[in-house]
């Protein structure tokens, strides 16, 4: 595993600098008539335009899933960097390729796998603390004690090998520099060989004692948010990866952000589980509908939502004869999926006619999420995801999301899996029995229509 901070710990995300243009000196005669006919040679796209070509939210699961196998230690913001480069030649190199700065279909698929796979052994959950009402990661399994109090909480492994501390304190005039100079002395016995002072936060590392420590501060008024890790030495190579992921999603000072607005008319997409028209579809896109239209079969109603899962069944009263979709499957291909949903009218002329579209899986950035990418336009919302095997894998659901690690969280668009037992469960617990039905999901997908005041 690469090793822990030295200057180059976290936040610094350099974008690569563009090459200096050079002028080629002018000759005469012959010479200079063959260059001025030789047709010069494209420029070949950089491991960072090929990154940069990608979805913020796919930048994002990239470094995520880099820092989680200890490639990279940087900020997991999404944003390009010579950094987010060489980890993944690092990566590339680790596991035998040829380092080329830009990951293989194969090679991303592998890393997602051991990202998630690490998230999961670590028990990684992004938590709200009650007592300072920062939102930051826990890594649950590996401190799964804890305890708080009004000025903040302490997790801890079992035998204090490891400790995450999440403290509140009221300052006058706080500043980052006094902050982290308070900070290197307190306890005594610190030996600090890290430190970097910006006037947003401050962030610190080093020995305490017989444990490693890392340190990241903020203020907002004069309220001071400190966040201290400490473990010990024998386990930085399990702790470190978390400490950089820790590190991005610690948010001190949540800002609360009003949902967007609701539009009149909403189009997603349903998928009928059974003849007489019972539908499963996303179920924002049917929150407070005045009315909601299945073309052409009429009106239907939602009989039920599952708010964890973001799940609505709805029933159309008096139909029969639909094309219900087999749900049952045997567990999926996670690497590349389809996705089969109707586009909004305005991206198809108006029509219906069911599109499929091909999509990666991938974990999202601290959750146990999957991200679809790239993400399928509007009304793709309700979408049935098949794997290459054509077996039915879930529902897709667009949602927004925040980068988290940035002060300014930026809404990114992202399209998640709802997996295919999540959604069996939600329609057996409305007494919906979908094992049958059409192994095509073209003939089962449906345009709903919401429409709002």
């Keep these: 595993m ?39 040679r494209p420029a070949l796209q950089s491991p960072a335009d090929t990154a940069n070509a990608m979805g913020q939210g796919e930048r994002l699961a990239i470094q995520s899933d880099l820092a989680w196998v200890g490639q990279y230690n ?48 670590a028990g990684w959950k992004i938590v709200t603390d009650a007592p300072t009402g920062a939102q930051l990661g826990i890594p649950t399994k590996l401190v799964p004690q804890q305890t708080s109090d009004a000025n903040g909480t302490k997790w801890s492994s079992p035998t204090g090998t490891i400790q995450v501390l999440l403290t509140r304190r009221k300052e006058a005039n706080p500043a980052t520099a006094k902050l982290a100079e308070r900070e290197k002395k307190e306890p005594a016995g610190r030996t600090v060989d890290y430190t970097v002072v910006k006037p947003e936060f401050f962030v610190l590392s080093g020995l305490q004692g017989l444990k490693k420590f890392y340190v990241r501060g903020t203020f907002k008024g004069d309220e001071v948010r400190i966040l201290t890790i400490l473990y010990d030495q024998a386990t930085e190579n399990t702790v470190e990866p978390v400490v950089i992921a820790m590190s991005s999603a610690f948010n001190p000072f949540p800002v609360a952000t009003a949902p967007p607005p609701r539009k009149t008319v909403e189009y997603g997409t349903g998928v009928v589980v059974t003849e007489d028209g019972a539908i499963v579809t996303d179920r924002q896109i049917t929150d407070e509908c005045l009315a909601i239209t299945i073309p052409p079969f009429g009106n239907a109603d939602r009989v039920a939502e599952d708010k964890e899962h973001d799940l609505a069944l709805l029933h159309i009263y008096g139909a029969r004869g639909l094309t219900p979709l087999s749900v049952a499957s045997d567990p999926a291909d996670k690497a590349s999926v389809e996705l089969i949903g109707i586009s909004d009218p305005q991206n198809q002329a108006g029509g219906r006619a069911a599109t499929t579209l091909k999509a990666a899986m991938t974990p999202v950035a601290g959750g146990s999420d999957l991200a679809l990418s790239p993400s399928p336009g509007a009304g793709f919302s309700g979408a049935a995801v098949r794997d290459d095997r054509g077996k039915f894998t879930g529902i897709a659901l667009l949602k927004s999301a925040s980068v988290r690690g940035s002060s300014n969280a930026a809404p990114v668009a992202q399209a998640v899996l709802v ?19 059409s192994a095509d999901p073209k003939a089962a997908v449906v345009r709903v229509i919401c429409v709002r005041k």
């Design 2 to 40: 690469r090793s822990m901070p030295t200057a180059t710990l976290m936040f610094v995300a350099a974008i690569i600098s563009a090459q200096a243009q050079t002028t080629t000196p002018s000759t005469t005669g012959t010479k200079q008539k063959q260059a001025a006919t030789t047709p010069a």
């Design 74 to 121: 940087g900020a997991i913001s999404g944003d390009v960097s010579e950094r987010m480069v060489e980890a993944i030649k690092e990566y590339q190199k680790a596991g035998g390729g040829k380092p080329t700065g830009v990951l293989n279909p194969k090679e991303r698929s592998v890393l997602a796998e051991t990202g998630r796979r690490r998230r999961e052994n």
């Design 419 to 437: 997996p295919a037992d999540t959604v069996r469960e939600f329609l057996k617990a409305n007494g919906v029995n979908a094992a049958g039905g």
